[in-house]
């Protein structure tokens, strides 16, 4: 089972904070990039964040960009999503994802099709 494993969501108001976890697996070799996506309904996935291995450099979109935080436990392989001010509009279903492959990509990571394995994601949903 090399499938990582997001936790951390759930119900909270607008303005609210939330922190999403994710392991992946121990056979999973080591990330050399972690990243968040979601996906709301009737949309489609789009990026969140993505952190490198080193921790630098993060990307973000531009909807979070001063109120979520990426972060990494190399050592858990674990990836973890700040979320503060939380707006209605953040309500999806927000997927962890993870990169084994050595090649550094920089802001291609924004780019679904660059990892190699998915969590099921979890539900966060922000009511106004």
């Known amino acids: ?18 922190t999403l976890s994710c392991a992946a697996s121990a056979d999973t ?3 050399t990039a972690m990243g968040w996506f979601r996906q ?6 789009e990026f969140v964040a993505t952190i490198s291995r080193s921790g630098d450099p993060t990307y ?20 973890f999503l700040q979320m503060n001010r939380l707006k209605s509009e ?7 994802a993870i990169r084994i492959a050595p090649v550094t990509l920089g802001s291609l990571l924004k780019y ?3 990892y190699n394995y ?3 994601g979890t ?5 106004s």
């Open 123 to 127: 539900q966060v949903t922000v009511s």
């Open 40 to 45: 709301a309904p009737g949309k489609e996935r």
């Open 118 to 120: 998915w969590g099921q």
């Open 112 to 114: 679904d099709h660059y």
């Open 29 to 31: 070799p080591n990330p």
């Open 60 to 79: 973000y979109a531009d909807s979070v960009k001063g109120r979520f935080t990426i972060s990494t436990d190399n050592a858990k392989k674990m990836v």
């Open 1 to 18: 089972q090399v499938q990582p494993v997001e936790s951390g969501g759930g119900l909270v108001q607008a303005g609210g904070s939330l």
């Open 90 to 96: 953040d309500t999806a279903d927000y997927y962890c």
